[in-house]
């Protein structure tokens, strides 16, 4: 069964820095994967999604990720936080085209990203 | 403009009582999900259908249940046997039951225990 672990319930950042947002999947083959946002009492906005084109994956809002096999990673990256990026990041994964399962979607726990002035 | 709506956006339920949430999507897409929201444990998969008339039990699925008669419209029903039903429901679709492709949520529903 795959798996998606988001490292660090909780980030700080301070605005205009990096924003590094972490996922790692467990899986024999590579899936799709996907970054999702939430805002409070609201559904999720997909972000980006990785599908086995590019490994570099760009998405709205100046948000990348990029995929790394070796790694089994997915990390979720921006290069100058805006007050505007606060909100609860989730990763998620579904099966790849091979090992079948549908379109069924798999979540981190997700990652709430806090910026501060 | 083309999405999902859910209502009630507030809902409470009282001991013993069976409670209907809404999902109605104007998308045409196939594919329908219903997840449950706790906090730090992310969403859980409850049901999904991949075509009209058609459903499965996802990783939760006790003490809920769902129909599909319409394309458009993927209600979801907890039931009195649902214990510990207070969190937030979150409605998906997406265009097809294929992997890969992205799915388009709802602005939920959050439901309390009176």
């Known amino acids: 069964a795959q798996s998606v672990t988001q490292l660090g319930s909780h980030v700080s950042v301070s605005e205009g820095a990096l924003v590094l947002l972490r996922c790692n999947y467990s899986?024999?083959?590579?899936?799709?994967l996907f970054w999702y946002v939430q805002y409070p009492n609201q559904g999720l906005q997909l972000l980006l999604k990785?599908?086995?084109?590019?490994?570099l994956v760009k998405g709205i809002n100046g948000f990348e990720a990029e995929f790394k096999k070796s790694e089994t990673s997915f990390h979720l990256t921006k290069p100058s936080a805006h007050m505007s990026d606060a909100a609860e990041y989730f990763c998620?994964?579904?099966?790849?085209?091979?090992?079948?399962?549908?379109?069924?979607?798999?979540f981190g726990t997700g990652t709430q990203l806090k910026v501060e002035l | 403009d083309g999405g999902i709506t859910q209502s009630p956006k507030y809902l409470f339920r009282k001991e013993g009582q069976n409670v209907t949430l809404s999902c109605e999507q104007n998308?045409?897409?196939?594919?329908m999900y219903w997840y449950r929201q706790d906090p730090g444990q992310g969403l859980r998969l409850i049901y999904y259908?991949?075509?009209?008339?058609?459903?499965q039990k996802g990783d939760i699925a006790e003490g809920y249940s769902v129909s599909r008669e319409k394309k458009e419209s993927f209600p979801l029903t907890v039931t009195s046997a649902q214990k510990n039903p207070t969190a937030f429901y979150l409605c998906?679709?997406?265009?097809?039951?294929?992997?890969?492709?992205?799915?388009?949520f709802g602005d939920g529903t959050r439901l309390s225990i009176l």
């Open positions: 998308l045409n897409h196939d594919a």
């Open positions: 899986s024999s083959v590579p899936p799709y």
């Open positions: 998620a994964v579904s099966p790849s085209i091979l090992t079948g399962g549908g379109n069924k979607l798999t």
């Open positions: 998906a679709s997406s265009i097809s039951s294929g992997g890969g492709q992205p799915q388009h």
């Open positions: 259908s991949q075509i009209v008339n058609d459903f």
């Open positions: 990785y599908t086995s084109a590019a490994t």
